[in-house]
C-alpha cells in the first residue's frame, strides 16, 4: 500500500512540474489594438501590439504588410509575431482599394503600390507616417527596424527597401520579386522566402530574384542550411542573405514565422556600401 502510494505521489508530484512547466511557457502579452492616422485627408488604420515598457526602453520594431485582397487583423493573426518576440512592436496596417498586377486590375481589393510615383505615393507617405508616429511615441530602436509582407505586400517590402532602404535593419519579403525596385536596392540583410510551386508569381523569376540579391550583398556562393527549409548565405559586405524555399505554392508557411523572427533578433543596423561601387 505504501508503495502504491508513493509511487502515485511521484506520478502526480511529476505531471505538477511539467504543468506548471508549460503554464511558465505560455506568454502572455498585451492585446493589439487598431490605431488610425489621417494621411493627406485619407483614413488609415494598422493592427498594432505595443510591448509594456517601450515607452522607457529601446524597442525593435516590425512592420508587416498583408497580400492583395488581404486585411491587417489576418496579417496579425498568421504571423503572431507577439509571442514569438514579445519585446518588439508589431504593426500589420490595412491596405486600400488597389489595382492589382496580376489580380483584380479594377482595384477591388485591398492592397499596396508596388512602385514610386504611382497612386500619390500613398503608401510610401502612409508608412513614413507610422514611423514617426512610433518614434516621437516610443522608444524605438532605430537600429533596429524590420519589415515582411506577402506578395503584394512583398513587394511593397522591395519598394520600401528601394525607397526608404537606409532606415531597415532587415527585410523579410514573402512569395514576390524586387521587379522595376531591384536597381535602386542597396546591401542589406534580407530573407527572400517563395513557393517552389507558386503559379502566381512563379519560382523561376523568385529564384532570379534571389540570385540578384545574392550577388547584390556579395555573398559566398556556398549557404549553410539553418532549417529543413532556409539556407543562410555569408556575406563580404556583412549583409547575410536566407533563402528559404516552401515546397508549396503561393500561400505563406507558418514554419516561416519562427524563421522570420530568429533573422530578426539577431539583426542590426550597419553602413555599408554596395559592392558594384
Given at each position: ?45 494598422a493592427l498594432v501590439y505595443i510591448p509594456e515598457g517601450s515607452k522607457s526602453k529601446k524597442t525593435p520594431i516590425i512592420f508587416a504588410f498583408h497580400g492583395h485582397g488581404g486585411s491587417q487583423e489576418h496579417m496579425y493573426r498568421t504571423r503572431r509575431f507577439d509571442q ?151 556575406s563580404e559586405t556583412g549583409n547575410p542573405v536566407i533563402i528559404y524555399k516552401s515546397p508549396g505554392g503561393h500561400n505563406y508557411p507558418q514554419s516561416a514565422n519562427q524563421v522570420i ?17
Amino acid at each position: 500500500m505504501f508503495t502504491k502510494t508513493k509511487t502515485l505521489i511521484v506520478i502526480l508530484t511529476g505531471f505538477l512540474i511539467k504543468s506548471q512547466s508549460v503554464v511558465s511557457q505560455q506568454i502572455t502579452t498585451p492585446a493589439p489594438k487598431v490605431l488610425e492616422w489621417k494621411v493627406e485627408g485619407t483614413s488609415r488604420s494598422a493592427l498594432v501590439y505595443i510591448p509594456e515598457g517601450s515607452k522607457s526602453k529601446k524597442t525593435p520594431i516590425i512592420f508587416a504588410f498583408h497580400g492583395h485582397g488581404g486585411s491587417q487583423e489576418h496579417m496579425y493573426r498568421t504571423r503572431r509575431f507577439d509571442q514569438l518576440w514579445p519585446e518588439a512592436i508589431f504593426i500589420c496596417p490595412q491596405g486600400l482599394n488597389t489595382p492589382g498586377l496580376l489580380t483584380d486590375p479594377e482595384g477591388k481589393s485591398s492592397g499596396w503600390q508596388n512602385r514610386s510615383g504611382i497612386l500619390n505615393d500613398r503608401d510610401l507617405k502612409f508608412f513614413d507616417t507610422m514611423l514617426a508616429y512610433f518614434i516621437a511615441q516610443y522608444q524605438v530602436d532605430q537600429d533596429r527596424v524590420f519589415v515582411t509582407g506577402h506578395s503584394n505586400g512583398g513587394g511593397f517590402t522591395y519598394l520600401l527597401w528601394a525607397d526608404r532602404g537606409k532606415l531597415f535593419a532587415g527585410l523579410a519579403p514573402t512569395a514576390t520579386v524586387a521587379g522595376r525596385n531591384r536597381n535602386k536596392l542597396i546591401p542589406k540583410p534580407v530573407l527572400h522566402l517563395y513557393g517552389e510551386k507558386d503559379q502566381l508569381v512563379p519560382a523561376e523569376r523568385q529564384k532570379n530574384t534571389c540570385e540578384f540579391l545574392l550577388k547584390l550583398n556579395g555573398c559566398t556562393e556556398q549557404g549553410t542550411r539553418i532549417t529543413e527549409n532556409a539556407t543562410s548565405f555569408s556575406s563580404e559586405t556583412g549583409n547575410p542573405v536566407i533563402i528559404y524555399k516552401s515546397p508549396g505554392g503561393h500561400n505563406y508557411p507558418q514554419s516561416a514565422n519562427q524563421v522570420i523572427i530568429d533573422f530578426f533578433k539577431k539583426t542590426k543596423k550597419r553602413e555599408t556600401k554596395s559592392p558594384f561601387h
